[in-house]
């Protein structure tokens, strides 16, 4: 891993007052560029040849003659052969000429390997990087072990397949689109069966998957992403801020639902199994009696990353819940960076964010903020990894 001390020594030979926010031009990455020219920094989007065009064309800046952003919020988009290719001891040298802070999302860590990120990648980013691996599911500390040792609410996990006595989720990777799901839901080993052989059948999943899949109960509720921020900065007030809540359209699932159960009965073999491939989201609220404890989720999920991942989280982070019947939380997924629904909320900001700062504050401008904070308060190395 990286060692603090080493980002410190980059940063010396950074020009503090003319830094840009980098990012992978995908996933979340609009809203990170939204959210830096608002707080007046440059953006460069890395981008993978052949799906530049959203960056480099249709959501390029066009600057006044005095310099002000009158359309865009993409400064620069530099085209590479893969997203991978970031990693390039050349190219990070650019990078650090260029004064680049680098913001992490899903698709940097899911198109570059891991141990490279923690090794190798040395541009100094905005949020924790000893904590994106545990995104990953075959990961002995993946984000369960995190949320058991912080004593937070998560779907029983069922060991064996022939234990299965109720509604419950089969989690594994897609065969074909590698970075999507081949999730699928049944209530009993024989549909578990059959399920299985049928999308195996279909090329949807495969043997090695389904091999290392996680099994967990069924949590029967509306879904929530909780979208925090938690600032290392902040002296007076409270350092957790809750800045918006995300739901998700899911292709074909979202498709299924909105058919008739004749319809969906009278399927050929192959829709019959929805997939659940996120394509959109869409904003939320949570009535406010359910709003304390979505803090108290936050703060122990903090806490548990001081323990154990000195020095925690820094930055956005996003817990992925369902609310039962019963008004109860739980988490069935983690994201120790920003999340993936921030988009929802560019320009316009979130709901709580607004409310909290006075202004549009979403999550990509909430990170440009903590870091111009950093710059003021000559305070860098403490949000930087």
Same mark, same amino acid.
């Given at each position: 891993m990286i060692t603090h001390d080493e980002i410190t020594g980059i940063l010396t030979e950074y020009d503090r007052l003319k830094l840009r926010i980098g990012m992978t031009a995908s996933h979340s990455a609009l809203d990170i560029c939204d959210g830096a020219i608002e707080e007046g920094f440059p953006t460069v989007a890395y981008c993978q040849k052949g799906r %530049? #065009?959203?960056? !480099?064309?249709?959501?390029?800046?066009? $600057?006044?003659? !005095?310099? $002000?952003?009158?359309?865009?919020?993409?400064d620069k988009a530099i085209v590479l052969d893969r997203f991978s290719d970031v990693l390039d001891t050349e190219f990070q040298q650019q990078m650090r000429d260029r004064n680049v802070i680098y913001i992490p999302n899903r698709s940097f860590t899911s198109y570059c390997p891991? @141990?490279?990120?923690?090794?190798?990648? $040395?541009?100094? &980013?905005?949020?924790?990087? +000893?904590?994106? $691996? &545990?995104?990953?599911?075959?990961?002995?500390q993946d984000y369960y072990w995190i949320l058991e040792q912080a004593g937070l609410p998560y779907p029983e996990d069922i060991g064996d397949p022939e234990d299965i006595d109720c509604l419950c989720m089969v989690k594994l990777h897609h065969a074909e689109k590698k970075l999507e799901r081949g999730f699928f839901a049944c209530g009993s080993h024989e549909e578990y069966v059959e399920k299985s052989q049928s999308l195996l059948a279909q090329g949807v999943i495969d043997e090695q998957g389904l091999a290392s899949a996680r099994i967990e109960r069924y949590v029967i509720g509306p879904v929530f992403n909780l979208n925090f921020f938690y600032s290392p900065l902040e002296e007076d007030l409270p350092k957790l801020e809750l800045l918006g809540v995300d739901w998700r359209f899911e292709s074909s699932l979202d498709g299924h639902v909105r058919l008739p159960a004749p319809? @969906? &009965?009278?399927?050929? %073999?192959? @829709? @019959?199994? =929805?997939? &659940?491939?996120?394509v959109g989201? +869409?904003?939320?609220?949570?009535?406010?009696?359910?709003? %304390? %404890?979505?803090?108290?989720?936050?703060? #122990?999920?903090?806490?548990?990353? #001081?323990?154990?991942? /000195?020095?925690?989280?820094?930055? =956005?982070?996003?817990?992925?819940?369902?609310? /039962?019947?019963d008004m109860n939380y739980w988490i069935y997924d983690v994201a120790p960076r920003v999340g993936g629904g921030t988009n929802v909320h560019l320009n316009s900001g979130h709901p709580y964010g607004n409310s909290l700062w006075r202004k549009e504050m979403s999550s990509g401008r909430r990170i440009a903020l903590e870091l111009r904070q950093a710059v003021e308060q000559d305070r860098l190395d403490e949000v930087l990894t």
């Open positions: %530049e #065009k959203t960056y !480099s064309d249709y959501f390029r800046t066009a $600057r006044s003659s !005095s310099g $002000r952003v009158v359309r865009g919020m993409v891991m @141990q490279a990120i923690e090794d190798d990648f $040395r541009v100094p &980013m905005l949020g924790s990087r +000893n904590m994106l $691996r &545990m995104e990953e599911r075959t990961e002995d319809v @969906q &009965m009278a399927l050929p %073999e192959s @829709q @019959q199994i =929805p997939e &659940m491939t996120v989201h +869409n904003t939320a609220t949570i009535r406010e009696s359910l709003l %304390e %404890e979505a803090f108290d989720l936050g703060e #122990k999920f903090v806490a548990a990353s #001081k323990e154990h991942y /000195d020095p925690g989280i820094i930055g =956005p982070f996003c817990l992925q819940t369902c609310i /039962d019947k």
